[in-house]
């Protein structure tokens, strides 16, 4: 294999499989919904131009969606490898305020889809992957380190 190509399947982004599907679900309702409603407000002579700039703007994150789903590679994540915090496993970590919440490190055009899922990039994100249980991890943040408790992982 070429450098090059070898270097390019490196550098797709990795996304879990919920991810991919919740985005493809996510351009379907663009495509087959959303724009189609908008399609006959389009041709009235008297439209309201922001109903064209919805119209752009929803054809303009479809293609942008449809695009970064082309490239990424979906992970698979099997309970007998996760001993240690990887990309989309689920964590139960003790926060800042010591309360415990669940997160999944994921990457980040995947962090939007649910409260749990936080982007592979945020401090936190950064700070527990590799982690493993019992695990504590300083946080680097605008607001100062802190430290944060690896309780579970999960698939």
Same mark, same amino acid.
């Not at 689920?90 to 995947?110: A, K, N, Q």
């Given at each position: 294999?070429?450098?090059?190509?070898?270097?390019?399947?490196?550098?797709?982004? %990795?996304?879990?499989?919920?991810?991919? %599907?919740?985005? #493809?679900?996510?351009?379907?309702?663009?495509?087959?919904?959303?724009?189609?409603?908008?399609? &006959? /407000?389009?041709?009235?002579?008297?439209?309201?131009?922001?109903?064209?700039?919805?119209?752009? %703007?929803? =054809?303009?994150?479809?293609?942008?969606?449809? *695009?970064? =789903?082309? !490239?990424?590679?979906?992970?698979?994540?099997?309970?007998?490898?996760?001993?240690?915090?990887?990309?989309?496993?689920?964590?139960?970590?003790?926060?800042?305020?010591?309360?415990?919440?669940?997160?999944?490190?994921?990457?980040?055009? !995947?962090?939007? /889809?649910?409260?749990?899922?936080?982007?592979?990039?945020? &401090? =936190?994100?950064?700070?527990?992957?590799?982690?493993? *249980?019992?695990?504590?991890?300083?946080?680097? #943040? &605008?607001?100062?380190?802190?430290?944060?408790?690896?309780?579970?992982?999960?698939?």
């Amino acid at each position: 294999m070429p450098r090059s190509a070898a270097r390019s399947i490196a550098n797709r982004p %990795q996304i879990t499989a919920d991810g991919f %599907q919740r985005i #493809s679900e996510r351009v379907t309702d663009i495509r087959e919904r959303r724009l189609p409603e908008l399609v &006959p /407000l389009l041709v009235e002579t008297e439209r309201d131009e922001r109903y064209v700039h919805e119209y752009e %703007q929803l =054809l303009a994150e479809a293609h942008e969606w449809e *695009c970064f =789903l082309a !490239e990424a590679q979906v992970i698979s994540l099997s309970r007998a490898t996760h001993d240690t915090v990887q990309l989309g496993t689920r964590v139960l970590v003790t926060l800042i305020d010591g309360t415990d919440s669940w997160v999944r490190p994921v990457h980040p055009r !995947e962090a939007f /889809l649910d409260d749990e899922r936080i982007s592979v990039e945020s &401090p =936190l994100g950064k700070a527990i992957m590799g982690a493993r *249980c019992g695990d504590a991890v300083e946080v680097d #943040s &605008p607001v100062g380190t802190w430290q944060a408790v690896v309780r579970e992982i999960d698939v």
